[in-house]
């Protein structure tokens, strides 16, 4: 009885540190995770860390940590024009990541989302 009270135990820890190294599941877990990878990551990547010649990485960004909420808002709604001298990439950033359906709701969903990458690529900083 021990023996497989102890071999479940076992198994069960392997299997949640197995599923916690591979990332687990593959669903969205963070508010706003499901409203960023269908409406920024073609751009963005589905990490947000960029994709090269399309979109910057907002993991880091000084330009989403400088701003509010409600600029960061505002500036997903009308997006990034070609001839914006901000422009650095080169791309133009539609408005509403080119997904008109987007909400008021759906946009704060993603920038609180934009937050918690910003606070884990942070907290991974700090730790190395």
Known sequence: ????????????????????????????????QKQFISTCSSCHGPTGKGVFGAGKDLTASEF?????DAELIEFIKTGRDLNDPLNTTGVIMPPKGGNPALS????QDIVSYLRALQEQTEKEQVAQ
């Open 64 to 68: 989403v940590a400088d701003k509010s």
């Open 104 to 107: 008021e709701e759906e946009m």
């Open 1 to 32: 009885m021990k023996v497989t009270l102890y071999l479940v135990i076992t198994l069960s820890l392997v299997l949640a540190f197995t599923l916690t190294a591979c990332g687990g599941s593959q669903e969205p877990s963070a508010p706003g």
